[in-house]
T-cell receptor
């Protein structure tokens, strides 16, 4: 059974700092991995999707890496801003025909002005 | 990728009553997914809704409690029946985005009193 863990559970940083969020998964036979952002009480916004054959994806100030063999992904946020404050969720899809996502519990990020 | 309109965005309901949540997608999709996110927890898949067939429920979820309709390829509803305070959660619908990842609705924040 796939399990996804996100560390740290919460992170508070000053504005402008670069930061890294971590995600680990137990079954390396994944189809892809997706990072989401969730604002309080709201739905999920997709940030980056990494296919199993890829090592990283970039979008603006965000960069996500994937090391399938070690069961790890990181989300790097450069030059953090107060608007980046949210919960960041990592989700793993295991197998192409398996549509189910396994989510981590998320990292609550606070960026202080 | 698809855009999902979900409503209501939030509601406060009396115990013992039912609430129906609607999701409208701007394109035709084969499968729609319903998730629950309990306070402080990650997302858990409730069921998968295919047009023209009965929904498939995950372990721990039953049709009597969470009946689902899927009348066409762009619309689905989830009903939370005979509610208790334990049903207070964020409910989200989701569809595949065409690249193997997923798009989510804006969520319904339900409080049962």
């Amino acid at each position: 059974k796939q399990e996804v863990t996100q560390i740290p559970a919460a992170l508070s940083v000053p504005e402008g700092e670069n930061l890294v969020l971590n995600c680990s998964f137990t079954d390396s036979a994944i189809y892809n991995l997706q990072w989401f952002r969730q604002d309080p009480g709201k739905g999920l916004t997709s940030l980056l999707l990494i296919q199993s054959s890829q090592r990283e994806q970039t979008s603006g100030r965000l960069n996500a890496s994937l090391d399938k063999s070690s069961g790890r992904s990181t989300l790097y946020i450069a030059a953090s801003q107060p608007g980046d404050s949210a919960t960041y969720l990592c989700a793993v899809r295991t197998g192409g025909s398996n549509y189910k996502l396994t989510f981590g519990k998320g990292t609550l990020l606070t960026v202080n002005p | 990728s698809a855009v999902i309109s979900q409503k209501p965005s939030r509601d406060i309901c009396q115990r013992g009553t039912s609430l129906t949540i609607q999701c409208q997608v701007d394109s035709q999709v084969t499968m729609m997914f319903w998730y629950r996110q309990q306070p402080g927890q990650s997302l858990t898949l409730i069921a998968t809704a295919n047009q023209g067939s009965e929904a498939t429920y995950e372990s721990g979820f039953v049709i009597d409690k969470f009946p689902i309709s899927r009348p066409n390829l762009t619309f689905s509803t989830l009903t939370v029946s005979n509610m208790s305070p334990e049903d207070s959660s964020i409910y989200l619908c989701s569809v595949e985005d065409g690249r193997g990842g997923y798009t989510f609705g804006s969520g319904t924040r339900l409080t049962v009193v």
